[in-house]
T-cell receptor
Framework: GNSVTQMEGPVTLSEEAFLTINCTYTATGYPSLFWYVQYPGEGLQLLLKATKADDKGSNKGFEATYRKETTSFHLEKGSVQVSDSAVYFCALAISGGYNKLIFGAGTRLAVHP | DAEITQSPRHKITETGRQVTLACHQTWNHNNMFWYRQDLGHGLRLIHYSYGVQDTNKGEVSDGYSVSRSNTEDLPLTLESAASSQTSVYFC?????????????FGPGTRLTVL
């Protein structure tokens, strides 16, 4: 079946540190991949996405590259800020799967000054 | 501005009661979804709809129902609330059916079943 696995949190970093949150997936067909972010007390919002192999999604200094050979979509940011503290969800959607999203368990990031 | 709203934001109810959570979107999106969020599970799909009069079961649909009488609303009903349904519920919508597309989420409803 289709599934998403994320690294467990919480991830605790100091401001300006480098961030990596690992995400791997299992899918039939050719999925599109997403990173959503959930700030405290809010709903999820799209951070970035990639729809085919080798595509790089980027937004707000975050990047992720769709690696078909390793079935991965790791999230990176070169210098995190306190305002990046949130829960990050990796997700996939299958073409022809009627836009249903399958989420990972989420990774909580805490950034300290 | 277009938006997606949920009400109530917080609800406490008793086991066995019927509960309805509202979801309203002004994006004019055809697709609407209900998820529940539980620690360690991420978000899991409860029900979804691709248009008026269309509803489909998701991964964890037992004990829940939805109806779609117009484009803007997809209310979620818990027929007989159980403690296992204590969770945070999110509604989402998107434009395009048949291929992956960005979903837009509401702020969530925190439901406690005592």
């Amino acid at each position: 079946g289709n599934s998403v696995t994320q690294m467990e949190g919480p991830v605790t970093l100091s401001e300006e540190a480098f961030l990596t949150i690992n995400c791997t997936y299992t899918a039939t067909g050719y999925p599109s991949l997403f990173w959503y972010v959930q700030y405290p007390g809010e709903g999820l919002q799209l951070l970035l996405k990639a729809t085919k192999a080798d595509d790089k999604g980027s937004n707000k200094g975050f990047e992720a590259t769709y690696r078909k050979e390793t079935t991965s979509f790791h999230l990176e940011k070169g210098s995190v800020q306190v305002s990046d503290s949130a829960v990050y969800f990796c997700a996939l959607a299958i073409s022809g799967g009627y836009n249903k999203l399958i989420f990972g368990a989420g990774t909580r990031l805490a950034v300290h000054p | 501005d277009a938006e997606i709203t949920q009400s109530p934001r917080h609800k406490i109810t008793e086991t066995g009661r019927q509960v309805t959570l509202a979801c309203h979107q002004t994006w004019n999106h055809n697709n609407m979804f209900w998820y529940r969020q539980d620690l360690g599970h991420g978000l899991r799909l409860i029900h979804y709809s691709y248009g008026v009069q269309d509803t489909n079961k998701g991964e964890v649909s037992d004990g829940y129902s939805v109806s779609r009488s117009n484009t803007e609303d997809l209310p979620l009903t818990l027929e007989s609330a159980a403690s296992s349904q204590t969770s945070v519920y999110f509604c989402a919508s998107s434009v395009i059916a048949g291929r992956p597309d960005t979903q837009y989420f509401g702020p969530g409803t925190r439901l406690t079943v005592l």
